[in-house]
């Protein structure tokens, strides 16, 4: 049992298991209706994706140093009370369920996915590639 960290959109793997949707907005022009049918994903929780503000240094971000700040700004947010419980409660469920949860970016090492992937891991979570 696991949590497998994936690009949204990308085609399932077999015994993927139900796909998180960590990102701030659904994905443009795909009808409600064809999220899951389309891999994109099964539900979406954008609790665990950057606020708006800190989503547009990402975006912005043209060097280590405002990637760091992003990095620095996100890790703050999943402190917060509400988006640490949820992530304790992800990495639990990943020894006894096989899901998967992630983003749309192309590059996962400049992507908000490869910090939950590290946040998960400091709590134990099972993760596989």
Known sequence: MAIRI?????PRKTGEGPR???VRRPPRGVPK????ADD???VWYPNLSPSPPVMQIALH???DKEWAEFTRKFKAEMAQPDASRSLDL????????NFSMGCYCEN???CHRSLLRALLQQ???????
């Open 40 to 42: 994109w994903y099964d």
């Open 20 to 22: 998180i949707g960590t």
């Open 6 to 10: 994936v690009r949204l959109g990308t």
């Open 61 to 63: 971000a043209k060097d």
């Open 90 to 97: 992800l990495a639990t469920l990943s020894h006894t369920s």
């Open 33 to 36: 209706e064809r999220f899951a």
């Open 123 to 129: 709590r134990g979570a099972q993760i596989v590639d």
């Open 108 to 110: 996962e090492a400049r």
